[in-house]
T-cell receptor, first 113, second 114 residues
Framework: AQSVTQLGSHVSVSEGALVLLRCNYS??????LFWYVQYPNQGLQLLLK??????LVKGINGFEAEFKKSETSFHLTKPSAHMSDAAEYFC???????????FGKGTRLSVIA | ETGVTQSPTHLIKTRGQQVTLRCSSQ?????VSWYQQALGQGPQFIFQ???????GRGNFPPRFSGLQFPNYSSELNVNALELDDSALYLC?????????????FGPGTRLTVL
């Protein structure tokens, strides 16, 4: 069975600082990995996805994530945080077959001016 | 290209009642998935429909049921509501069944059971 662990339910950074949100996965087959963002009272928006091509994936709004098989990780980074990045971030995994997304519990990002 | 829409936005029901939530998928998307997001948690998979047939189900009891229609709309029905059913219900549409397909989420319906 697949699972996702997001380390840190709440991360706080200063505006302009590096954003690092951690995600580790467990999967018995090669995974597909996703990061979604959820703003208050809204649905989920896809930031980026890894589907077995390049291990460094670039997404929207300056975010990127690197797939590291040896560490079973898919951490999300952004070089410089902006106030508008404050939101809930979810890491999710699926496999190559017909499976639904399995989500982590989420990390709430706060950006301090 | 229109996005995924859901109705109603908010809903309040009492324990034991029945509720129907609605979703309109993106045109051309044959797959719709429903998720339950409890407060402070990540979304949990309820079930998925592909071309009007149920194509997978999560760990939810039979009182959670669904329908998908040819016009890319779908419904989630919950019978005999319980207090723990209070959550944000999200639908997501995708073109097909591949694990690489992006699922596009609607804004959700927030259900409160009193």
């Amino acid at each position: 069975a697949q699972s996702v662990t997001q380390l840190g339910s709440h991360v706080s950074v200063s505006e302009g600082a590096l954003v690092l949100l951690r995600c580790n996965y467990s999967s018995s087959v090669p995974p597909y990995l996703f990061w979604y963002v959820q703003y208050p009272n809204q649905g989920l928006q896809l930031l980026l996805k890894y589907t077995s091509a390049a291990t460094l994936v670039k997404g929207i709004n300056g975010f990127e994530a690197e797939f590291k098989k040896s560490e079973t990780s898919f951490h999300l980074t952004k070089p410089s945080a902006h106030m508008s990045d404050a939101a809930e971030y979810f890491c999710a995994v699926s496999d190559a077959g017909n499976t639904p997304l399995v989500f982590g519990k989420g990390t709430r990002l706060s950006v301090i001016a | 290209e229109t996005g995924v829409t859901q109705s109603p936005t908010h809903l309040i029901k009492t324990r034991g009642q029945q509720v129907t939530l609605r979703c309109s998928s993106q045109s051309g998307h044959n797959t719709v998935s429903w998720y339950q997001q409890a407060l402070g948690q990540g979304p949990q998979f309820i079930f998925q429909y592909y071309r009007e047939e149920e194509n997978g189900r999560g760990n939810f009891p039979p009182r959670f049921s669904g329908l998908q229609f040819p016009n890319y709309s779908s419904e989630l029905n919950v019978n005999a509501l319980e207090l723990d059913d209070s959550a944000l219900y999200l639908c997501a549409s995708s073109p097909g069944l591949s694990g690489t397909d992006t699922q596009y989420f609607g804004p959700g319906t927030r259900l409160t059971v009193l």
